[in-house]
């Protein structure tokens, strides 16, 4: 089976937990920054996985990323914003004939959410859905990962694994 889950990571939280859902679907599963996730890197997969933080209750865009590198003085660290948004990943994604699923870094209280603009942007590629949206928290706007997250990561990449 040919998988890849790409993603869009701004402090690390959201590569992360793409790495865990990775290990869970298996060890040649890549795991891709939506730049590197084109042409024969996505084509003919049989499982697409992708996911991005929740920035202003949704899935962020290329605006965003820049308001996200503007205001982020108080962040432990500089965010990465040097890879397109999955917003103009999604837009740009080829047709495929795979299965697919959504995931997401969050607060635990935010009221929005990015799974569903990213999984309605997966449906007009022509992916199928594979399961329910994945959606693990982060402690703090910045993170850490809630404890656990990891692991939870890990199983649903192997539910998705096991279809």
């Known amino acids: 089976m040919k998988a890849v889950v790409v993603y869009e990571s701004h402090w690390g939280n959201t590569a992360a937990i793409a790495r865990a859902i990775a290990d869970g679907i298996g060890p040649d599963t890549r795991v891709l920054t939506t730049d590197e996730a084109s042409g024969p890197e996505i084509a003919d997969v049989d499982l697409l996985v992708a996911g991005a933080p929740v920035l202003a209750f949704g899935l962020p865009s290329e605006r965003m990323q820049e308001a996200?590198?503007?205001?982020?003085?108080?962040?432990?660290?500089?965010?990465?914003?040097s890879h397109p948004s999955l917003r103009s990943w999604l837009a740009a994604l080829p047709p495929g004939r795979g299965r697919a699923a959504a995931f997401e870094t969050r607060v635990r209280w935010s009221p929005g959410g990015a799974t569903g603009a990213i999984e309605r942007g997966l449906e007009r590629a022509g992916y199928r859905a594979a399961a329910e949206s994945g959606k693990f928290i982060v402690k703090g706007r910045y993170g850490?990962?809630?404890?656990?997250?990891?692991?939870?990561?890990?199983?649903?990449?192997?539910?998705?694994?096991?279809?």
């Open 68 to 81: 996200v590198a503007a205001t982020a003085g108080e962040a432990p660290a500089p965010p990465d914003v």
């Open 144 to 163: 850490p990962l809630r404890d656990g997250e990891f692991e939870r990561a890990r199983r649903w990449g192997t539910e998705l694994r096991q279809g």
